[in-house]
């Protein structure tokens, strides 16, 4: 079960990436990931651009970041 911890607001870009994330396997989004990805950023550019539009990962808007904590 999770329990939000935090609430906040940032750019898109601004995101810290962890060790926990996984650049090789964007397909469980239901995205092909082109070979040139390697980065957590880019993978991540790569599937906002296909839901949003081309471009929309440039325009860097603000977006809710939620943090959750796991409880038991």
């Known amino acids: ?18 060790p926990t994330h996984d650049v090789k396997n964007t397909t469980r989004w ?5 070979p040139l990805i390697e980065t957590p950023p880019e993978a991540f550019c790569y599937v906002w ?5 081309a471009g929309s990962w440039d325009r860097n808007p603000w977006v809710w970041v939620i ?6």
């Open 49 to 53: 651009e296909s839901i949003g539009d």
């Open 30 to 34: 239901g995205v092909e990931k082109p």
């Open 67 to 72: 943090e959750f904590q796991r409880i038991k």
């Open 1 to 18: 079960m999770l329990t939000e911890k935090e609430v906040t607001a940032s750019r898109q870009q601004d995101f810290e990436y962890g």
